[in-house]
């Protein structure tokens, strides 16, 4: 219940700016820490479903990359011991799709290598379909402010440095995982939305 009144703190902090809320939000998410914890030294096939909701609520949540970790090992750990009662469990499909989950993150000093050439292609053909749709709303009359901002993460990716250690990217791309969690969400919401951009919702909805 503290994970997810967490997320919904986090959600008003992110709509309003409120640093109250935003505090009331970080308490939530201190007490759901603790009580995850105490659920996992008490892993039952019983609480597992409730275990796995409440770390992928938290994980949302890491603004962290040290935090963020830890909570991967964690609920990659859960799902592993989830394998012989999965088909049981309400979050099956998200079990067997267990890949999604890296299990050795990158240490926190670790620096990449160059961007392939079908990544650099990928970002820039993004680039020029979110222009496209950009100049369609402007056109229409309709909010770009959403659009916009999501240009700027998608140049700021094609900025990133081989020097850039995990920590810094992690960093780098905390606004736009923010973004990914809640801008979607506010536009499939609205009664009447056209056309480009209730497809551009359900794409960015889908990359989270």
């Given at each position: ?21 935003a ?6 998410r ?5 009580g ?9 096939r019983?609480?597992?479903?409730a275990v ?15 935090d ?12 592993d ?14 079990i067997?799709?267990?890949s ?5 993150p ?40 959403a ?10 990716l ?5 020097s850039?250690?995990?920590?810094q ?6 606004p ?7 801008v979607?969400v ?19 909805t889908?990359?989270?």
């Amino acid at each position: 219940m503290h994970s997810l009144l967490a997320l919904s703190g986090s959600h008003l902090a992110w709509l309003t700016g409120c640093p109250l809320t935003a505090n009331i939000a970080f308490e939530h998410r201190g007490i759901a820490l603790k009580g995850l914890y105490g659920a996992i030294g008490s892993f039952l096939r019983e609480n597992s479903d409730a275990v796995l909701a409440a770390s992928l609520l938290l994980l949302w949540q890491a603004t962290e990359w040290r935090d963020w970790t830890r909570l991967m090992h964690g609920t990659s750990s859960i799902i592993d011991a989830m394998q012989p009662w999965k088909i049981e469990s309400q979050f099956e499909d998200f079990i067997v799709e267990k890949s999604t989950f890296s299990t050795a993150p990158p240490s926190p000093d670790a620096c990449f290598n160059y961007p392939k050439q079908a990544d650099l292609d990928a970002i820039q053909l993004a680039s020029a379909q979110l222009r496209r749709v950009e100049a369609y709303l402007v056109g229409k009359k309709e909010g770009t402010e959403a659009i916009s901002q999501l240009i700027t993460f998608v140049q700021r990716l094609q900025m990133l440095s081989p020097s850039d250690t995990t920590t810094q990217r992690f960093d780098m791309l905390d606004p736009l995982r923010t973004w990914l969690l809640w801008v979607p969400v506010m536009y499939l919401r609205r009664p009447q939305m056209p056309l480009p951009a209730l497809s551009f919702s359900h794409t960015t909805t889908r990359l989270r």
